[in-house]
């Protein structure tokens, strides 16, 4: 790939200043060093939650953070899936730029190889404690997958943190147990653990040969594997010792990263924690099932708000709240129905996931990848809200500069320097972004305006029941006058779609310069 965003900075840098980078030295002579906390949701609508217009359900925890802190209307992710999402939210890459980056299965090598700059590592050579706890879903291991019965090499440690507590994948893929640093938690060596996603492993039964085992039945997929009353995507066996119990996976996690908060109390910390709960299979803790009008869907956003609750109590009980920079956002937005029978549709009455926008998770509509995103720091950030574009591929090159850290030319080629974005001083934010879906279809915002790749394939996913935005005509979305992207105005604007396409295809291929 053309690196054209490290050109492009070594341009704008002075050679001292470069020299001054590789040789460790901050390139800011009065950086902040707040404590950052980023709690990335999976699968939250951005109408999920009722400081964004919910009102079928009620997000306490999460209202008073925004209540308190910035909350962004126009803030995206890169892609509408969980892996090229955190991907590029890590390394501050398009995840389209790099192959083996779609949703990764349970066994997949470390997506993002050792020594490979993150915004961990950014934090780390700052001098931070460096933690992640929660959904990984970006690959463990090295060509041929981990090693679960031995130490685990290739994965958060290796790319610049301290410290992990993981769920490899997903909680619908096998292998069902929690990883913390190089070692599966709780494994017994007399019942070693054998993964495939290939081959069925016929000592355990299946979802598909077995439905009368399952407390929760596939409505599409997940047939493999039984855990915990549960079939997934895979086969697994053994590790029966280490097998996770879906309806404690929120209390454990969020305990986990309470845990690192309270033990890095006394040195600058970076914790990116990263939550399952809206995740299929949803299973929420009894004490949160029943408690919402949505069946276990819309019971596991209220245990997501716990777990926000949580982190925000630890904080503010260890006198952390001035020091501490605290986000709240998802990796991509809603799905209802994604391979399990939950009552999600059933039970989801008024309620719109996506609030006012088009499509949800998987789409190359709005839905996909515009998401919450909320940012609380006491006395640095003034309440409010903002309509700003900002991405989140842009946390890299802003956390380095808020730190005082230069960004090595090579590292996160689409990462731009949107401090001002972040802490509201800018009220404008990113000139562009580009958008990912599922079929690797791409989009581009600029200013008012979207435009969406034209291309093949089927306009819904009938598994999901979402608008994919696949079309073999031209579309063009003034998204200040239509924000559902309801009407497609490429036909009578085609000097604003040429511009666009142009625009998208300098990007693509290197040759941009912001």
């Known amino acids: ?51 964004y217009g919910a009102t079928s359900i009620s997000t306490p925890n999460i209202d008073r953070l925004a209540g308190e802190g910035l909350l962004f209307t126009n803030a995206h992710c890169t892609s509408a899936t969980s892996t090229p999402s955190r991907y590029s939210l890590l390394t501050g890459e398009y995840a389209w730029r790099r192959k083996g980056t779609g949703i990764a299965t349970g066994d997949a090598p470390a997506i993002i190889t050792p020594g490979r700059i993150t915004i961990a590592s950014i934090f780390k050579n700052a001098g931070y404690v460096t933690g992640v706890v929660g959904k990984w879903h970006l690959g463990l291991g090295p060509a041929g997958g981990a090693d679960w019965n031995g130490e685990i090499m290739s994965g958060p440690m290796d790319i610049g943190f301290d410290y992990n507590f993981l769920i490899p994948a997903t909680g619908d893929r096998v292998p069902c147990v929690f990883v913390e640093n190089r070692r599966v938690v709780g494994l017994d060596p007399n019942d070693p653990i054998t993964v495939s996603f290939s081959e069925p492993l016929l000592s355990e039964p299946t979802g ?59 040195s600058p910390f970076f914790l990116y924690f990263a939550t399952h709960d809206i995740h299929v299979p949803r299973l929420p803790h009894p004490r949160f099932a029943g408690k919402s009008t949505m ?27 001035d020091k501490t920079m605290i986000i709240v956002t998802s990796d991509n937005g809603p799905v209802v129905d994604d391979g399990y029978k939950d009552d999600a549709v059933e039970k989801l009455g008024d309620h719109k996931p996506a609030g006012p926008l088009r499509g949800g998770k998987y789409s190359a509509f709005d839905g ?7 940012v609380r720091w006491p006395g640095k950030i003034k309440h409010g809200t903002t309509d700003a574009l900002f991405s989140q591929i842009d946390l890299m090159a802003s956390f380095a500069k808020l730190i005082g850290q230069a960004m090595p030319p090579d590292a996160g080629p689409d990462s731009f320097d949107e401090l001002n974005t972040l802490t509201g001083k800018s009220l404008t934010g990113r ?45 063009l979305y003034n998204l200040k006058t239509d924000l559902g992207e309801k009407n497609n105005v490429a036909a009578e604007n085609i000097e604003k779609y040429n511009e666009l396409t142009d625009l998208l295809e300098k990007i693509k291929t290197g040759n941009y310069r912001n």
Not at 210 to 228: A, C, Q, W
Not at 240 to 252: G, H, P
Not at 314 to 319: I, M, P, Q
Request: include cysteine; charge should be negative.
């Open 368 to 374: 996909g990848t515009r998401v919450a995103f909320i």
């Open 1 to 51: 790939m053309n690196n054209f965003k490290g050109n492009l900075r070594f341009a704008r840098n002075s050679m001292g200043l470069i020299s001054l980078a590789a040789a460790g030295i901050s390139c800011n002579p009065t950086p902040e060093r707040p404590n950052i906390i980023i709690i990335n949701a999976d699968d939250l609508g951005y109408g999920d939650i009722s400081c």
């Open 208 to 266: 598909k040969d077995h439905p009368e085992l399952l407390k929760m039945h596939p409505s599409h997929g997940h047939d493999m594997t039984i855990v915990n009353g549960v079939s997934r995507i895979g086969y697994m066996s053994g590790g029966k010792s280490a097998l996770w119990i879906d309806e404690d996976i929120a209390d454990v996690i969020t305990g986990k990263a309470v845990d690192f908060i309270k033990k890095n109390r006394n």
């Open 295 to 321: 069946g276990p869907r819309g019971d596991a956003i209220l245990e997501f708000d716990w777990s926000v609750g949580e982190i925000v109590k630890a904080v503010n009980d260890l006198g952390l709240s």
């Open 431 to 475: 000139e562009w972004l580009v958008e990912h879906s599922s079929n690797g279809r791409l989009s581009l915002i600029r200013g008012d305006w979207k435009i969406i790749e034209p291309g093949p394939g089927p306009r819904l996913n009938v598994n999901t029941n979402i608008e994919t935005g696949n079309d073999t005509v031209p579309q």
